[in-house]
């Protein structure tokens, strides 16, 4: 069973920093591309950044290109997203999604909370 | 960017046919692939994958859902609705980068 699950959320002041770990599971993790997408409170879904299986290929959103960092350990098979310089429109439920640069997301994990506020 | 546009809100009732629209900015095929994919979203859950590549049921959804389209105009179609089905619906394309969500749909029961 392909499991995905998010950590490292948390309340955070502006302009400060945070990572975020996904630990994935059930599948060879070193085969996939991975995503982290966001979802404000009350809000649509926004995909914030991709990253290929081999880290070769990274894309951001404007909205966090130059603060954000999507990275991945394929030994330890986890993925990351390290966020820094953050804002209070930063405030969401961030998932980690299973697919590749065409795919769907075929798998989600729960997500984590991350709130950015004084 | 490629913007996806979907109503905000359709009501159906139970036992009917919901017909859920999702109009791109420009085309999000390539080579005959439609690269659009619909989400179910109920409260406080994750999203999950219904239909990829416009009409491609994913694995373990119900043959009530189906989908269709191509070039810049696709459906999501649930025939009949039944109760579980209320939730928010959303169209993604992975065309190109940035991958977009349409503004999602909510269904509701009349």
């Known amino acids: 069973e392909v499991q995905l699950v998010e950590s490292g959320g948390g309340l955070v002041q502006p302009g400060r920093s945070l990572k975020l770990s996904c630990v994935a599971s059930g599948f060879t993790f070193s085969n996939y591309g991975m995503n982290w997408i966001r979802q404000a409170p009350g809000k649509g879904l926004e995909w914030v950044a991709y990253i290929s299986s081999g880290s070769s290929y990274i894309y951001y959103a404007e909205t966090v290109k130059g603060r954000f960092t999507i990275s991945r350990d394929n030994a330890k098979n986890t993925l990351y997203l390290q966020m820094t310089s953050l804002r209070s429109e930063d405030t969401a439920l961030y998932y980690c999604a299973r697919g590749d640069r065409t795919s769907p997301f075929a798998y989600w994990g729960q997500g984590t909370l991350v709130t950015v506020s004084s | 960017d490629i913007v996806l546009t979907q109503s905000p809100v359709l009501a159906v009732s139970l036992g009917q046919r919901a017909t859920i629209s999702c109009r791109a900015s420009?085309?999000?095929?390539?080579?005959?692939?439609?690269?659009m994919h619909w989400y179910q979203q109920k409260p406080g859950q994750q999203p999950k994958l219904l239909i990829y590549?416009?009409?491609n049921l994913a694995s373990g959804i119900p043959a009530r859902f189906s989908g269709s389209g191509s070039g810049t105009d696709f459906t999501l179609t649930i025939d009949p609705v039944q109760a579980d089905d209320i939730a928010a619906y959303y169209c993604q394309q992975s065309r190109e980068s940035p991958l977009t969500f349409g503004s999602g749909t909510k269904l509701e029961i009349k």
């Open positions: 590549r416009a009409s």
């Open positions: 420009q085309s999000v095929s390539i080579s005959s692939i439609n690269l």
